[in-house]
């Protein structure tokens, strides 16, 4: 019996043991670490049409630097505005993942908040003479950068850096602007806080995008086109137009984002990659455009137009119908677009 009760015992243990074993997987088992992806396949959206440099050379640049620094693990899909989203939708779709990248004027985004039509670049907000260095240290180290940011912030969207446009606006008319007398009934295409100067001067305005102008300009539906001063050259503006008006009224800006989330995925080394791939593009931005600004005048009789450029006492008036009516009306558009200029003011010292 004693035997027959040991080998009882001793099975009862065995068939707890075979259970035990059976159940420790199902609960005790660690989880399975996910690897972290090793190459990254995104999307750029910028905010203009073909023909634009940006589009077509300065993102390339910044595309192709990215890709051969990180040996192809970061890839990146070029689209031209309105391909995946509205650059007026930008915000909204690159917060909310549409694309990992875009790369705007952030006017086009003042129908969500009138002060970004600001960060682009308001008129005469860099004092006398526009420029690139003097426009970065406004956009990117005073105060009014970290306005940018906190926008941005509310969006899941990161700032990775600036690039200018150049000079703004580039215009080219079909009717001889000789003095600020001058500028009374004509049709310009415009926008914004260069729409409100414009009008201020006498000028009415239209918009249309920025594709449509060429023919706009040939069939007289305006008297004006604006756009950076690639336009000239690249989008063949010299064809339809008769005069170029100078000088330009400020420096415009682009900046290039991504969304957060998307960022928090990239390696350390590849975000650096970015940031200074961005540079590189910055770089190449501003010295195309400096270039272009000179060759449109150095080549105007070739390419078939008149240089105007205005005189010092109408741009001295420009700028004060400026501080005195455009800035005040601007900031009244909205409290950040307030805060905005009173940072510009502050930081130049301005009344």
């Given at each position: 019996?004693?035997?027959?009760r040991?080998?009882?015992?001793?099975?009862?243990?065995?068939?707890?043991?075979v259970?035990?074993?059976?159940?420790?997987?199902?609960?005790?088992?660690?989880e399975?670490?996910?690897?972290?992806?090793?190459?990254?396949?995104?999307?750029?959206?910028?905010?203009?049409?073909?023909?634009?440099?940006a589009?077509?050379?300065?993102?390339?640049?910044?595309?192709?630097?990215?890709?051969?620094?990180?040996?192809g693990?970061?890839t990146i899909?070029?689209?031209?505005d309105?391909?995946?989203?509205?650059?007026?939708d930008?915000?909204?779709?690159?917060g909310e993942?549409?694309?990992?990248m875009g790369?705007?004027?952030?006017?086009?985004?003042?129908?969500?908040?009138?002060?970004?039509?600001?960060?682009?670049?308001?008129?005469?907000?860099?004092?006398?003479?526009?420029?690139?260095?003097?426009?970065?240290?406004?956009?990117?180290?005073?105060?009014?950068?970290?306005?940018?940011?906190?926008?941005?912030?509310?969006y899941?969207?990161?700032?990775?850096?600036?690039?200018?446009?150049?000079?703004?606006?580039?215009m080219?008319?079909?009717?001889?602007?000789?003095?600020?007398a001058?500028w009374a009934?004509?049709k310009?295409r415009?926008?914004?806080?260069?729409?409100?100067?414009?009008?201020?001067?006498g000028?009415?305005?239209?918009?249309?995008?920025?594709?449509?102008?060429?023919?706009?300009?040939?069939l007289?539906?305006?008297?004006?086109?604006?756009?950076?001063?690639?336009?000239?050259?690249?989008?063949?503006?010299?064809?339809?137009?008769?005069?170029?008006?100078?000088?330009e009224?400020?420096?415009?800006v682009g900046?290039?984002?991504?969304?957060?989330d998307?960022?928090?995925?990239?390696?350390?080394?590849?975000?650096?990659?970015?940031?200074?791939?961005?540079r590189?593009?910055?770089?190449?931005?501003?010295?195309?455009?400096?270039?272009?600004?000179?060759?449109?005048?150095?080549?105007?009789?070739?390419?078939?137009?008149e240089?105007?450029?205005?005189?010092?006492?109408?741009?001295d008036?420009?700028?004060?119908?400026?501080?005195?009516?455009?800035?005040p009306?601007?900031?009244?558009?909205?409290?950040?677009?307030?805060?905005?200029?009173?940072?510009?003011?502050d930081?130049?010292?301005?009344?």
């Amino acid at each position: 019996m004693k035997r027959k009760r040991l080998l009882m015992l001793i099975g009862s243990i065995c068939l707890t043991l075979v259970l035990a074993a059976l159940l420790l997987p199902a609960c005790a088992a660690p989880e399975e670490e996910v690897a972290a992806p090793t190459t990254f396949e995104w999307r750029l959206q910028g905010s203009f049409c073909a023909g634009d440099h940006a589009m077509d050379v300065g993102i390339p640049i910044f595309i192709d630097f990215i890709e051969k620094e990180t040996d192809g693990r970061l890839t990146i899909d070029k689209f031209y505005d309105g391909e995946v989203y509205a650059s007026e939708d930008m915000l909204s779709g690159l917060g909310e993942g549409l694309t990992e990248m875009g790369d705007a004027d952030p006017t086009y985004f003042s129908g969500v908040e009138p002060a970004c039509d600001i960060w682009g670049g308001p008129p005469f907000s860099n004092l006398r003479t526009p420029t690139g260095g003097d426009t970065y240290a406004l956009q990117m180290m005073s105060p009014l950068s970290e306005l940018w940011r906190g926008l941005l912030g509310e969006y899941n969207i990161r700032l990775i850096g600036l690039e200018t446009f150049g000079p703004y606006p580039l215009m080219c008319s079909n009717k001889p602007i000789r003095s600020n007398a001058d500028w009374a009934g004509v049709k310009v295409r415009s926008y914004g806080c260069y729409a409100m100067l414009y009008e201020e001067l006498g000028a009415s305005t239209v918009w249309i995008p920025g594709a449509d102008q060429y023919e706009a300009l040939m069939l007289g539906t305006i008297d004006m086109a604006t756009w950076s001063f690639e336009a000239v050259e690249d989008m063949h503006w010299n064809e339809v137009m008769d005069y170029l008006i100078l000088p330009e009224w400020c420096t415009e800006v682009g900046v290039s984002l991504v969304n957060k989330d998307a960022w928090g995925t990239l390696p350390a080394d590849i975000q650096d990659i970015v940031e200074e791939g961005q540079r590189v593009y910055a770089r190449e931005s501003t010295d195309f455009t400096n270039a272009a600004y000179q060759r449109v005048q150095d080549m105007a009789d070739e390419w078939g137009y008149e240089v105007i450029t205005l005189s010092d006492a109408d741009v001295d008036e420009m700028r004060q119908l400026t501080y005195d009516k455009v800035w005040p009306d601007m900031a009244a558009l909205s409290p950040l677009s307030a805060e905005a200029i009173e940072l510009i003011k502050d930081w130049y010292g301005l009344e």
